[in-house]
T-cell receptor
Framework: DAGVIQSPRHEVTEMGQEVTLRCKPI?????LFWYRQTMMRGLELLIY????????DSGMPEDRFSAKMPNASFSTLKIQPSEPRDSAVYFC?????????????FGEGSRLTVL | GESVGLHLPTLSVQEGDNSIINCAYS??????FIWYKQESGKGPQFIID?????DKRQGQRVTVLLNKTVKHLSLQIAATQPGDSAVYFC???????????FGPGTRLSVLP
């Protein structure tokens, strides 16, 4: 299996621009998570999906952030408009259902820089 | 591709020595714990996990110890190698819930 695939790996944009991050989870995994990692706050859960349905988005910082999962093999995290404080590494992770070991499998991350 | 910043606790060990990385978790109801390793520019990678009905679990060169009384988790790495240099995170989870809460991380530096 190719693992969790994220794109782009790096994104540099200007304040006010729309940013879309993409994720392909591991095939067969029922859960998909979006995390954000910063120096100050470490790894924070933004939102997670179960069988393509958003379950908990309480970690999404504000209305500028939105996430979708139109099918089992694709998810997006969108920031519109972007701000410099959104600069971070965004990770997508997936895991199997309760029959699995429970571990999260992370992608390589998307490093976002908002100027 | 640094994952975390300058204020991370750092553990420096000589190559070949054993390393012990500690983690205090917050929720006494947490019943599943994972240690992750994150190398520069990469996503966290699973190392080992342990459930709350155990107090010790061993893997290849790694051992995780769980002390529920004081809510403490440790990761022991035997014969530390240069490839072990990374940031290590503990993560806690409750009732197979989906919100894994990650600790701040510890940077392990292996000295030649």
């Amino acid at each position: 299996d190719a693992g969790v695939i994220q794109s782009p790996r790096h994104e540099v944009t200007e304040m006010g621009q729309e940013v879309t991050l993409r994720c392909k989870p591991i095939s067969g995994h029922d859960y998909l998570f979006w995390y954000r990692q910063t120096m100050m706050r470490g790894l924070e859960l933004l939102i997670y999906f179960n069988n393509n349905v958003p379950i908990d988005d309480s970690g999404m910082p504000e209305d500028r952030f939105s996430a979708k999962m139109p099918n089992a093999s694709f998810s997006t995290l969108k920031i519109q408009p972007s701000e410099p404080r959104d600069s971070a590494v965004y990770f997508c992770a997936s895991r199997a259902g309760t029959g699995g070991t429970g571990e999260l499998f992370f992608g390589e991350g998307s490093r976002l820089t908002v100027l | 591709g640094e994952s975390v910043g300058l204020h991370l606790p750092t553990l420096s060990v000589q190559e070949g020595d054993n390393s012990i990385i500690n983690c205090a978790y917050s929720n006494s109801a947490s019943d599943y714990f994972i240690w992750y390793k994150q190398e520069s520019g990469k996503g966290p990678q699973f190392i080992i996990d342990i459930r709350s009905n155990m107090d010790k679990r061993q893997g290849q060169r790694v051992t995780v110890l769980l002390n529920k009384t004081v809510k403490h988790l440790s990761l022991q790495i035997a014969a530390t190698q240069p490839g072990d240099s990374a940031v290590y995170f503990c993560a806690e989870n409750r009732d197979y819930g989906q919100n894994f809460v990650f600790g701040p991380g510890t940077r392990l530096s292996v000295l030649p």
